[in-house]
């Protein structure tokens, strides 16, 4: 007796196309986006010296390179991310948040989240103390926000 009416094996297939189809595509090349993420890196450093997180989160999250095959980029600007975090004291953490726009506080729930599954990588305590504030500005549609959007960073 047969008590499903969907064949759940199938659907694994399914999902892989489907996931592969909605695979979002760039279109501009590697090389160009590298040396974008490169140019804004500069623009960052410059504001973190002169202490403007607000700024320098701001460059970084804008434009964040999404598809396949920008695998060098998307490590870069995550790296770039992840020095701005590390640069701002914590009790500046609340107003850089409640400062940028949504967009970008979704942007930056991304990173924290590729941080956090690369510990080896990233200073996991700080990402927690910027998840905290995220989503005590965002709240929980930020989160859903991110883990539905399909293009990952």
């Given at each position: 007796?047969?008590?499903?009416?969907?064949?759940?094996?199938?659907?694994?297939?399914?999902?892989?196309?489907?996931?592969?189809?909605?695979?979002?595509?760039?279109?501009?090349?590697?090389?160009?986006?590298?040396?974008?993420?490169?140019?804004?890196?500069?623009?960052?450093?410059?504001?973190i010296?002169?202490g403007?997180?607000?700024?320098?989160?701001?460059?970084?999250?804008?434009?964040?390179?999404?598809?396949?095959?920008?695998?060098?980029?998307?490590?870069?600007?995550?790296?770039?991310?992840?020095?701005?975090?590390?640069?701002?004291?914590?009790?500046?953490?609340?107003?850089?948040?409640?400062?940028?726009?949504?967009?970008?506080?979704?942007?930056?729930?991304?990173?924290?989240y590729?941080?956090?599954?690369?510990?080896?990588?990233?200073?996991?305590?700080?990402?927690?103390?910027?998840?905290e504030?995220?989503?005590?500005?965002?709240?929980?549609?930020?989160?859903?926000?991110?883990?539905?959007?399909?293009?990952?960073?």
């Amino acid at each position: 007796m047969a008590h499903r009416k969907l064949v759940i094996d199938n659907l694994d297939a399914e999902h892989q196309q489907m996931t592969e189809q909605m695979q979002y595509v760039s279109t501009k090349s590697t090389e160009e986006v590298v040396a974008q993420v490169d140019q804004k890196a500069a623009a960052v450093r410059a504001a973190i010296t002169r202490g403007n997180s607000i700024e320098a989160l701001e460059r970084a999250l804008a434009d964040p390179p999404y598809g396949r095959g920008m695998e060098a980029a998307q490590a870069a600007n995550a790296q770039l991310v992840s020095e701005i975090l590390m640069a701002t004291r914590t009790q500046d953490i609340a107003s850089v948040v409640s400062n940028i726009s949504e967009d970008a506080r979704d942007v930056l729930l991304k990173y924290i989240y590729h941080g956090l599954a690369r510990p080896a990588e990233f200073n996991c305590g700080v990402l927690l103390s910027w998840h905290e504030r995220v989503t005590e500005s965002g709240g929980l549609g930020s989160i859903v926000r991110v883990m539905s959007d399909r293009r990952t960073v």
